[in-house]
Nanobody, 119 residues
Framework: QVQLVESGGGLVQAGGSVRLSCAASVRTSSTYAMGWFRQAPGKEREFVAG????????YHAEFVRGRFTISRDNAKDTVYLQMNSLKPEDTAVYYCAIAPSSGSAYEYWGQGTQVTVSS
């Protein structure tokens, strides 16, 4: 059973920073990719950033590029999302997820962590 546990959310002022963590119960290097998504009230869930292990590549949505950075710690089977220059519109529940193999969807999801950015 794959489990993902996010942490690090909270209340932060606009312009501030937060680092989210996602700890996996499996060897992350054995999966294809891990990603961060977010869902704001009344909106659909959207992709924020992802990392593909085999390529050592990272991908960031345009609306966070230059502000958010995804990274990993293989030894800890943990993925991070460093969020800088936060804006009120970044307020959402942030989820991490695993895509187990190439071509698969993100199949395993964490419970989410709330990030609230005050103006």
């Amino acid at each position: 059973q794959v489990q993902l546990v996010e942490s690090g959310g909270g209340l932060v002022q606009a312009g501030g920073s937060v680092r989210l963590s996602c700890a996996a119960s499996v060897r992350t290097s054995s999966t294809y990719a891990m990603g961060w998504f977010r869902q704001a009230p009344g909106k659909e869930r959207e992709f924020v950033a992802g990392i593909v292990w085999s390529e050592s590549s990272t991908y960031h949505a345009e609306f966070v590029r230059g502000r958010f950075t995804i990274s990993r710690d293989n030894a800890k089977d943990t993925v991070y999302l460093q969020m800088n220059s936060l804006k009120p519109e970044d307020t959402a529940v942030y989820y991490c997820a695993i895509a187990p193999s190439s071509g698969s969807a993100y199949e395993y999801w964490g419970q989410g962590t709330q990030v609230t950015v005050s103006s």
